[in-house]
């Protein structure tokens, strides 16, 4: 719904656009990238996958240690576990379940913080590439450049018109 939402935005500010191109004066300069390709080779984005596979790695080399802590627990209660006492028996599979509960509660924890430092690794990342398209839309006289990997507008340059209040009206919304 979104997608067909920007899609459509995206065909009507070119509307907007070669309509006014008739009637004004200014220049209408269009163009496009695709943030994906240049992100597929920008290094720092490259450096920052590496780092998050070697965070990723540490956090499951933990957990691996934890589960083979408690699979080597649980064997040893089966070797035991006909000869225990049922109160030692209870107290075992208690922290048996209990160390199985920390096991889930780390790997829950792992893998948001995993999320949250992707985040913020990749923001700066998006950003260098977001001021980059700036700065060649300003520098180049471009008026609107779309994003072709996810069909968005990515620059509006000073020449443009905003017509969401035309919009608006036309809706009965004003």
Known sequence: MINKIK???????????????VNAQQTVKLGHVNSQE??????????AEKAMQEYAKKLETE????ED???????????????LAELVKATKEKDLQELQ????TYSQIAQQDLQKKEEEMIKPIIEKVQ???????????FTYIMDVANRTVVYVGT?????????KKKLGME
């Open 38 to 47: 240049i992100l597929q080779v920008f290094p720092d984005r490259i450096n």
């Open 101 to 104: 509960q920390r096991i889930a």
């Open 131 to 141: 001021k980059a398209i700036d700065e060649v839309g300003k520098e180049n006289g």
């Open 7 to 21: 899609v459509l935005f995206a065909a009507v500010v070119i509307a907007v656009v070669t309509g006014n191109s």
């Open 159 to 167: 020449g443009s018109t905003d017509i969401t209040s035309l919009v």
């Open 63 to 66: 957990q691996k240690r934890m």
């Open 69 to 83: 802590e408690l699979n080597k627990k649980y064997q040893e209660y089966l070797v035991q576990r006909d000869s």
